[in-house]
């Protein structure tokens, strides 16, 4: 499957931001999927995740309560709705997706495809 993220861009502190991961599979609801983020200098890690069936979702804690993962099977989509941003959300946003049992859902060595990325630009 591919992954195409989209919709980052640059907002002020405390605005809001969502961004889009579509696959190119109609099959995507088959898929767990994970945002993950890099910010300059640092490590990839984990923002947020959604699980293929049940739809159960997974924060980050330095996230949870204002960001928001959420899919729509029917558009092979998934969304990362950002809320009351702060310009430690400064990142490169990546959709990642994979099949099967997860060991761990937050961890990115789970995830088999991987989108491009968007850069989210917080301003202060």
């Known amino acids: 499957v591919q992954l195409q993220a989209s919709g980052g861009g640059l907002v002020q502190a405390g605005g809001s931001l969502r961004v889009s991961c579509v696959a190119s599979?109609?099959?995507?609801?088959?898929?767990?999927v994970g945002w993950f983020r890099q910010a300059p200098g640092n490590e990839r890690e984990f923002v947020a995740a959604?699980?293929?069936?049940?739809?159960?979702?997974y924060y980050a804690d330095s996230v949870k309560g204002r960001f928001a993962i959420s899919r729509d099977n029917a558009r092979n989509t998934v969304y990362l709705q950002m809320n009351s941003l702060k310009p430690e959300d400064t990142a490169v946003y990546y959709c990642?997706?994979?099949?099967?049992?997860?060991?761990?859902?937050?961890?990115?060595?789970?995830?088999?495809?991987w989108g491009q990325g968007t850069l989210v630009t917080v301003s202060s």
């Open positions: 599979e109609r099959t995507f609801g088959n898929y767990h």
């Open positions: 990642a997706a994979s099949q099967g049992v997860l060991s761990s859902i937050m961890d990115s060595r789970v995830y088999r495809y």
């Open positions: 959604i699980r293929r069936i049940g739809s159960n979702t």
